[in-house]
């Protein structure tokens, strides 16, 4: 099995590579840590991307770890003989909801392009999730953990509304209690049974984060 040929077979050459300056990206920390060699990166660009991996991971029985930043300094992350998804290509701002203070992003998003983003729109983060603004959002789901100067705002779960995920079975599941309400957007996780707690701090075992709905406040004057 060649699981580089396979998937860029089934997304398309851009999406893959097994260039060494790829590989090597994915293989360190900022710490510097050693997370091993990659068979390849993947660089998804939507959800559907990210779930065709995992359809063709959990057929070829193929290890997937989702790579942000790699802001971690404590080697959260190994790469070693598996495929790493390098999220950074998912890294926009879907939607922004002023009314019920919420903003929609993909998970490679840095926390500073989401906020500077949100500042075009008058709106900001409810609060500081991280000191510096490298990590991506995504890890702010896997880890639910702050870092640096925002770790006075609290956990990142308070400031996430809800998820979407692509579990380990390709299915796609959208979290968030106001999500189960007729299809609409997550607004709100309080009130209804909702399973975004589950994913929190999961260091993505359970399923690949793609988009997130966080809270947004309008930005002071």
């Known amino acids: 099995m ?7 077979r089934l997304l398309g050459a851009r999406r893959v590579s ?9 293989s360190r920390d900022f710490a510097g840590h050693d997370l091993g060699r990659a068979l ?9 991307d990210v779930r065709k991996t995992v359809l063709w991971a959990r057929k070829a029985r193929v290890a997937l ?8 300094f404590w080697a ?10 390098d999220m950074r290509a998912m890294s926009k701002l879907v939607s922004t909801d002023p009314v019920e203070g919420t903003a929609r992003a993909q998970a490679g ?12 729109k008058g709106l900001t983060l409810a609060a500081a999730p991280d000191g510096f603004g490298d990590a991506t959002l995504g890890s702010l789901a896997a880890n639910d953990t702050v870092a640096g100067l925002g770790q006075f705002a609290g956990p990142a779960s308070g400031q996430i509304v809800g998820l979407e995920v692509v579990c380990g079975t390709g299915e796609v599941l959208v979290t968030g209690a106001s ?25 993505g075992t ?6 997130l709905t966080l809270r947004a406040a309008p930005k002071p004057v």
């Open 2 to 8: 060649n699981a580089a040929k396979e998937l860029a």
């Open 18 to 26: 097994v260039k060494p300056a790829d590989l090597a990206r994915v």
């Open 40 to 48: 390849c990166v993947v660089l998804p660009a939507s959800t559907e």
């Open 65 to 72: 770890t989702p790579c942000g930043g790699l802001t971690s």
């Open 76 to 85: 959260a992350t190994r790469v070693a003989g598996r495929v790493a998804l």
């Open 109 to 120: 998003m840095t926390v500073a392009a989401l906020d500077a983003a949100l500042a075009k």
């Open 179 to 203: 999500a189960a309400l007729g299809g609409l957007p997550a607004f709100a996780r309080e009130g209804l049974p909702d399973p975004t707690g589950l994913f929190l701090a999961s260091e």
């Open 206 to 211: 359970l399923g690949g984060v793609t988009e």
